[in-house]
C-alpha cells in the first residue's frame, strides 16, 4: 500500500524522518519495500510515500490509521483518530436483517455473506470537484480523483479501512438496497464496464429490479454516481472474506475494496467510517445527512477476553519481563487488559524455564482484543504482539540446553554420500534435474506400453510443457542433459543423479524410490593423451567399471553380476541386467538407436539406472580387513579359442575355469580378447586368461598347479569346445 | 732426473686433467701410471741415479704416484658425474605437458551448499530427517494449521496430482512427520526438494530446496531459536556476521520471523553491492516458534513442549555466494558448469 507521509503524520505526534519511520515499521513487521518521492500532476504537492507490503493476517495495516496506530505502538509516541463521530441527527438506528426509514430499506437476506450493512442517507448533494487537499492525499495513495463523492469514499476508506460505496439513491429502485446471493446467470454491469455474467455463489446488493453491485468487489454502472446527482446513499458494510475472495477471484477483478474485505475488515468500523463521511461532507458542503444512519446487523460483534499468563510470555520467549511491562505493551496496541480475579494453578518447574519467578507464575490477565485484529485469537498471538513491541532485535540469543547429543548421519545418508564421492571420483559431474518429465519421454524412450515406468502420475496444471508427469525413471532428465550440452557443442557428457522416481500405488501416497542414474558419451581425453582409443572412450566398459568400483567401495559381499538383458531403451546387443546376491538392482547398456535420434545425440550415449535402496542395503559401511597372504602365488596364462556367441561369454569361460580350478586357483581373469578372421577364422574369437594359484597354507607344488591346469583346459575343451594353449 | 720427472708430471696432470671421457682418462692412466708407464720407466731409471741421491729420487717418484692417482680420481668422479647428466639429458621428458589422470568431479553446488549446512546443524546437534516429495492434503497444509482456504494451497500456487494428493511446497510437511514418530526432544534439519507453480526464469523456478529446522523439547525459547541461527549465520558467513529478525506470518508459526544475514559480498555496506542490492543484508529464510496448533495436532503437550522451526532457502544462496546469474544453470547438467565446481 503507499502510504503518504504527510498524511500519516496527521495522527501521531512524531518528527522522526520518512527513512527512520520505514526502518521502524519494517523491523515491526510492516515492511517498507521503498520510500517514493512523489509530486502530483499539477506540481502543486510534493511528498514521500512509504510503499508497505502488508502479510496476509494483517488486514488492519490497510489504512493510514492503522499504520499509524502500529507506528505509534512501536515508537511509543501519541495518536489520534480523526473525528468520526456522526453529526447531531445521524445516531444510527439499529435492526436485525431488515430497516426502514423514510424512502430507503435495507433488507440483508445472507446474514453469513453480509453479517453487517450500515448506511447513510446524504441530501443536497452537489456533485463537483474535490478539494484540492483531498485530491493530492487520494493522487498520492494511488487513487485517481474522480468526484467529490467518490473521492469521499475513497479518502475514508484510505484513512479508516473501510471500503465504502456511494450509491445514486434515485436510481435504486424503491429505494430498497436487498442483499443476497446472485441468480445463476444474472447480469451486472460493473463500473469497469465489463458485463458479468454471477453464479449463486457471488454475493450481491441488489433493488427491486435486480443485482446493482457485486459485494465488496465493485458497483454497477446503473446506480453509480453522475453529475446531476443529487441524493446519495453511502454502503458501509462487513461482507465474508471468502466469499469476496471467491467473486473476486473467479471474474479475475482486483479492487481496493476486494483486497481489504479479503484480509478481513473490522465489522464495528461501518458506523464510525460513515460518521467520518459525515464531517467531511460538512467540512467540504457536499451536502446534508439526513436521519439516522441505518445499521442492519445480527450480532454484537463483541469479542471475549484472551486470558494471558505474562510468565508463558517470559517461557515462550526467553525474556524477563515484568508483568507490568507486559500490560503497557499491549496498550500501546489498544489493547486492555485487567488481572484475572480466580487464583491460578502454578505451572511445573520446568515450565518456569528459563526465567523461574514463581510470583509472575501464578499471574494471569484478561485481555481484550478489539474486532479490529481477527489474528489476535490465543495466548500466543498476544505473546508475538508483545513481541513485536518490545523488538525481536532486542530479545537475547541463547542455545538451547542440549539434551540430545551429537548429530548423526544414518546408515543411508552416509552409504549416499559416499555413492556421490565415487562417481564424482570416477569423472562423473553430480547432476540435478527436475523431478518431472513428459509423456514424449516414455516415447522417446522406446518403452512398451505394458512396461512399470508408464504408469507415471500426472500434474493436474503443469508449470511447462513436456513436464506433467512426475519421473518414473532418471534416463530422461540424464538424457536431455546429453542433448543439451550437444547443442552447446559439448560433447563429452558424463553425469550422474541421485533422486526419486514416483511409483503410483493403488492407494494412497506414490512410492518414492530413490534411484542413481548416469550418462556418458564421447571421450574422456580431456583429461588424457596419447593413449590409445579404447581407453579414450566413455563406453559400455568404462561406465561398467566405474559400477563395479562402486560396489568394491560399497564393500559388498555379494556377488554382483553382469548379465546380458533386454530394455526396450536400450541396443539389444549392448545391454544387461546388474544383479547383487539374487537381487536386481537395475539395467546398464548402450541406448538404442531409436532412443539416441530421439535424443538427438550424436553418438550411442551409455547409461545406468540402479534402484539406490536395493544397492546400499547390500553395502557395508566399514571395510573388513584381511590379512595379506604370507606365501608367493603361482602364475599361468591360458589362451582360448572360442566360438564368438552367447556360449562363450567372458562371465562363463571364467566361471567354468573357476569351478574346475580346485582349492589352489585364487583368482581368474581376462586379459586380452581379439577377433581376427584370417588367423581364428570366420565366428571365432581369442580369448587370454591369467591365472594365479595360491593357498594359505602351503605353496602348491608344480605338480599341483599342472594338475590344476590340466583340469581346467580339460573342462574348456569338453564344456565349451575350447582351443586351448598354455604358456 | 729430477728434472725429468717434474717434467713428466706436469704433462701427466695436464694430460690427465684434459682427459675428455673416461676412455681418455684410462688410456692417459696407463700411459702414465700403467705396469709400463712413464713413470715405472723412470723408476727403473733410479738405478742410474747416485747413491745418495737415491732415497730423495725414490721419495719424489713415490709421492708424483700418489699426486696423479689422486688427478685421475678425481678426473673420474667428475666425467662419471657428467656422463649421468647427459645420459639423463637424452632420456628426458617435456614435463610441462599435461598430467595423464581419470577427470574428478567436484559436487553439485546445491549439494555443496546443503552439505556445508548440514555440517553445522550436526555440530550443533541435530540429525538429518527426510520426507516424501508427494504429500497429502494434512501433511502438506491442514497439520500446518493452514486455514481452509488459505491462498498458497491454490491450483495457481501449488502442485496438485489429485484431490489430496500434491507435491510439497515446503519442507516444513516433515515436521509433523519428524514429530508423529518420535517424542520430544526433537533436534533435525531437513533437506529437500520443494515445488510451486512458479514460471521458470533465471530466478525462478519450480524446483528449488530448502533446509528446514526443528527444535522441541522443554523450555525451548525465541531467544533460542535466535542464538541458532546466529550460530548458523556465523558458521556459514563467517564470525563477524550479523543476524537480522523482524516480524512475518506464517500458518505453522507464532511468532513468526524473517531473517536475514548481514550482506558476506560487501560485509554488510551496502555499498555497490550487487549480492545483497545495496540493502546490505541477505534474507536467508523464515523462522518462528512452532504454533501451538500445530503441536497439538502431532499430540504433544503444548504446554510442557515448546520448539522452533526455520526454513532456508538453497537456490538464490548458492547462487549469490557463486556468482551463478541464472537459476535454470543448477538445473541444465552444463558440464562447463558443473566442471567449474
Ligand atoms: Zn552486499
Redesign the interface.
Known amino acids: 500500500m503507499r502510504v503518504p507521509y504527510s498524511w500519516l503524520l496527521d495522527y501521531i505526534d512524531t518528527d522522526i524522518s520518512a527513512e527512520d519511520m520505514a526502518e521502524v515499521l519494517?523491523?515491526?513487521?510492516l515492511?517498507v519495500e521503498e520510500i517514493d518521492n512523489w509530486a502530483s500532476a499539477d506540481g502543486e504537492a510534493t511528498d514521500q510515500v512509504l510503499i508497505t507490503s502488508v502479510?496476509?493476517?494483517?488486514g488492519d495495516l490497510l489504512s493510514m490509521t492503522g499504520v499509524a496506530r502500529h507506528a505509534a505502538a512501536l515508537l511509543d509516541c501519541d495518536f489520534t483518530l480523526p473525528d468520526c463521530t456522526m453529526p447531531r441527527g445521524g445516531e444510527p438506528e439499529r435492526a436485525e436483517h431488515e430497516l426502514t426509514q423514510g424512502d430507503s430499506q435495507i433488507t440483508i437476506e445472507d446474514l453469513e455473506g453480509c453479517p453487517r450493512y450500515s448506511a447513510l442517507r446524504l441530501v443536497g448533494v452537489e456533485v463537483r470537484e474535490s478539494p484540492q487537499w483531498m485530491a493530492h492525499r487520494l493522487e498520492a495513495a494511488g487513487a485517481r480523483p474522480i468526484d467529490n463523492m467518490v473521492d469521499v469514499t475513497n479518502y475514508v476508506l484510505w484513512e479508516l479501512g473501510q471500503p465504502l460505496h456511494a450509491f445514486d439513491h434515485k436510481l435504486l429502485v424503491n429505494g430498497h438496497i436487498i442483499v443476497r446471493r446472485a441468480e445463476s446467470g444474472e447480469k451486472l454491469m460493473t463500473i469497469d464496464g465489463v458485463a458479468r455474467e454471477l453464479t449463486e455463489n457471488d454475493l450481491v446488493i441488489a433493488d427491486e429490479k435486480g443485482a446493482i453491485a457485486l459485494a465488496g468487489v465493485m458497483g454497477g454502472t446503473d446506480t453509480e454516481i453522475r453529475e446531476r446527482t443529487t441524493d446519495v446513499l453511502i454502503e458501509s458494510a462487513h461482507f465474508d472474506p471468502?466469499m469476496v475472495?471467491r467473486t473476486a477471484q473467479r471474474l479475475g477483478m482486483a479492487s481496493e475494496a476486494s483486497y481489504r474485505f479479503e484480509r478481513f475488515v473490522d465489522p464495528n468500523l461501518t458506523l464510525r467510517a460513515l460518521g467520518r463521511v459525515a464531517r467531511i461532507i460538512e467540512q467540504i458542503d457536499a451536502g446534508s445527512v439526513v436521519g439516522p444512519a441505518m445499521d442492519v446487523r445480527s450480532e454484537d460483534f463483541v469479542r471475549d477476553p484472551i486470558v494471558l499468563r505474562p510468565a508463558r510470555t517470559n517461557?515462550?520467549?526467553?525474556?524477563e519481563l515484568t508483568t507490568g511491562e507486559q500490560v503497557e505493551m499491549l496498550a500501546l496496541l489498544g489493547l486492555e487488559s485487567e488481572p484475572e480475579k480466580t487464583p491460578a494453578e502454578p505451572?511445573?518447574e520446568?515450565?518456569l524455564?528459563?526465567y523461574p519467578d514463581h510470583r509472575q507464575a501464578l499471574e494471569r490477565l484478561r485481555v481484550s482484543v478489539p474486532t479490529r485484529r481477527p489474528d489476535i485469537e490465543?495466548e500466543?498471538?498476544l505473546?508475538?504482539e508483545i513481541?513485536?513491541v518490545y523488538g525481536?532485535?532486542t530479545?537475547?540469543?541463547?542455545?538451547?540446553?542440549?539434551?540430545?547429543?551429537?548429530?548423526?548421519?544414518?546408515r543411508r545418508?552416509k552409504l549416499e554420500r559416499r555413492v556421490?564421492e565415487i562417481?564424482?571420483?570416477?569423472?562423473?559431474?553430480?547432476?540435478?534435474?527436475?523431478?518431472?518429465m513428459g509423456a514424449c519421454d516414455l516415447d522417446f524412450l522406446d518403452l512398451a506400453e505394458d512396461v512399470d515406468q508408464r504408469d507415471a502420475?500426472?500434474?493436474?496444471?503443469?508449470?511447462?510443457e513436456n513436464?506433467e508427469l512426475?519421473r518414473t525413471t532418471l534416463l530422461p532428465?540424464?538424457l536431455?542433459?546429453?542433448r543439451?550440452?550437444v547443442r552447446?557443442r559439448?560433447e563429452?557428457?558424463?553425469?550422474f543423479e541421485i533422486g526419486?522416481i514416483?511409483v503410483p500405488l493403488e492407494v494412497?501416497?506414490?512410492e518414492?524410490r530413490q534411484k542413481l542414474g548416469a550418462v556418458c558419451m564421447g571421450s574422456?581425453r580431456?583429461?588424457?593423451?596419447n593413449?590409445p582409443d579404447e581407453y579414450q572412450e566413455m563406453d559400455f566398459y568404462w561406465l561398467k567399471g566405474i559400477m563395479e568400483q562402486l560396489c568394491e567401495r560399497l564393500y559388498i559381499d555379494d556377488e554382483v553380476q553382469f548379465a546380458r538383458s533386454t530394455h526396450d531403451s536400450l541396443h539389444p546387443g549392448r545391454a544387461a541386467q546388474i544383479s547383487v546376491g539374487r537381487e536386481t538392482v537395475g539395467d546398464i547398456g548402450e541406448i538404442s538407436p531409436a532412443v539416441q535420434e530421439a535424443y538427438d545425440l550424436p553418438a550411442p550415449a551409455c547409461v545406468v539406472e540402479l534402484d539406490l535402496e536395493i544397492l546400499l542395503s547390500h553395502a557395508r559401511l566399514l571395510a573388513r580387513y584381511e590379512p595379506q597372504p604370507r606365501l608367493p602365488a603361482a602364475r599361468r596364462d591360458l589362451a582360448l579359442v572360442v566360438d564368438d556367441d552367447e556360449k562363450h561369454t567372458g562371465q562363463r569361460l571364467l566361471n567354468v575355469t573357476r569351478e574346475a580350478g580346485g582349492e589352489f586357483l585364487e583368482r581368474a581373469r581376462i586379459f586380452d580378447v581379439y577377433v581376427d578372421v584370417e588367423r581364428l577364422g570366420q565366428g571365432r574369437k581369442s580369448v587370454a586368461l591369467s591365472l594365479s594359484f595360491r593357498h594359505p597354507e602351503r605353496t602348491p607344488t608344480d605338480e599341483e598347479v599342472e594338475e590344476a591346469m590340466e583340469r581346467i583346459t580339460h573342462r574348456l575343451r569338453r564344456k565349451l569346445d575350447a582351443e586351448v594353449r598354455t604358456w | 732426473m729430477e728434472n725429468r720427472l717434474k717434467k713428466m708430471a706436469d704433462a701427466a696432470r695436464s694430460a690427465l686433467r684434459g682427459a675428455s671421457d673416461l676412455e681418455e682418462l684410462e688410456e692417459t692412466r696407463i700411459e702414465y701410471l700403467g705396469r709400463s708407464g712413464i713413470l715405472r720407466e723412470l723408476q727403473q731409471g733410479i738405478r742410474d741415479v747416485a747413491e745418495e741421491l737415491r732415497p730423495r729420487v725414490g721419495k719424489l717418484i713415490n709421492r708424483t704416484r700418489q699426486e696423479l692417482e689422486k688427478i685421475v680420481e678425481e678426473r673420474r668422479r667428475e666425467l662419471e658425474e657428467q656422463q649421468v647428466y647427459e645420459r639423463a639429458e637424452e632420456n628426458r621428458i617435456d614435463v610441462t605437458?599435461?598430467?595423464?589422470?581419470?577427470?574428478?568431479?567436484?559436487?553439485?553446488p546445491?549439494?555443496a551448499t546443503l552439505d556445508d549446512m548440514l555440517e553445522i546443524?550436526?555440530?550443533?546437534?541435530?540429525?538429518?530427517a527426510e520426507g516424501?516429495?508427494?504429500?497429502?492434503y494434512y501433511y502438506g497444509f491442514e497439520a500446518l494449521n493452514y486455514p481452509p482456504?488459505h491462498?498458497a494451497m491454490d491450483?495457481q500456487m501449488t502442485?496438485?496430482?489429485?484431490e489430496n494428493?500434491l507435491?510439497r511446497s515446503q519442507t516444513s510437511t516433515v515436521q509433523i512427520r519428524v514429530m508423529e514418530q518420535q517424542k520430544p526432544?526433537v533436534?533435525v534439519v531437513v533437506p529437500g526438494?520443494c515445488?510451486r507453480?512458479?514460471?521458470?526464469d533465471a530466478t525462478h523456478s519450480?524446483?528449488f530446496h530448502q533446509l528446514e529446522g526443528l527444535?522441541v523439547?522443554?523450555?525451548?525459547?525465541?531467544?533460542?531459536l535466535?542464538?541458532?541461527l546466529?550460530?548458523f549465520g556465523r558458521g556459514m558467513f563467517g564470525e563477524d556476521t550479523r543476524v537480522?529478525?523482524?516480524?512475518?506470518?506464517f500458518p505453522f508459526t507464532?511468532?513468526?520471523?524473517e531473517f536475514a544475514v548481514s550482506c558476506f559480498a560487501c560485509r554488510g555496506e551496502g555499498e555497490n553491492c550487487r549480492v545483497c542490492k545495496n540493502s546490505g543484508w541477505i534474507e536467508l529464510g523464515g523462522a518462528g516458534?512452532v504454533?501451538?496448533n500445530v503441536l497439538a495436532n502431532v499430540g504433544y503437550d503444548t504446554?510442557?513442549y515448546?520448539g522452533f522451526a526455520f526454513g532456508v532457502g538453497i537456490e538464490r544462496f548458492t547462487m549469490n555466494r557463486h556468482g551463478i546469474p541464472d537459476m535454470r544453470l543448477?538445473?541444465?547438467?552444463?558440464?562447463?558448469m558443473?566442471?567449474q565446481f
Open positions: 519494517t523491523m515491526g513487521g515492511e502479510t496476509s493476517n494483517r471468502t475472495r517461557h515462550l520467549l526467553g525474556l505451572p511445573e520446568e515450565l524455564h528459563p490465543r500466543v498471538d505473546i508475538e513481541a513485536i525481536y532485535d530479545i537475547p540469543a541463547t542455545l538451547p540446553r542440549n539434551t540430545t547429543g551429537a548429530g548423526v548421519r544414518t545418508q556421490s562417481m564424482r571420483g570416477a569423472g562423473l559431474c553430480e547432476n540435478v534435474t527436475y523431478s518431472m502420475l500426472r500434474l493436474r496444471s503443469p508449470a511447462a513436464q512426475m532428465g540424464l536431455s542433459a546429453a543439451y550440452n552447446q559439448v563429452e557428457v558424463a553425469l526419486r514416483f494412497g501416497l506414490p518414492e574422456a580431456t583429461s588424457t593423451w593413449l | 605437458l599435461p598430467g595423464r589422470s581419470g577427470y574428478i568431479a567436484g559436487r553439485h546445491l549439494m546443524f550436526l555440530g550443533l546437534g541435530y540429525n538429518i516424501p516429495e508427494v504429500e497429502n482456504d491462498p491450483e502442485f496438485y496430482l489429485g494428493t507435491l526432544p533436534r526438494r515445488f507453480r512458479d514460471t521458470v519450480h524446483t527444535c523439547d522443554e523450555g525451548i525459547t525465541m531467544a533460542d535466535k542464538g541458532t546466529i550460530a537480522r529478525f523482524r516480524p512475518d506470518f507464532e511468532p513468526s520471523a516458534m504454533d501451538p504446554e510442557r515448546t543448477l538445473y541444465s547438467g552444463d558440464m562447463r558443473l566442471r
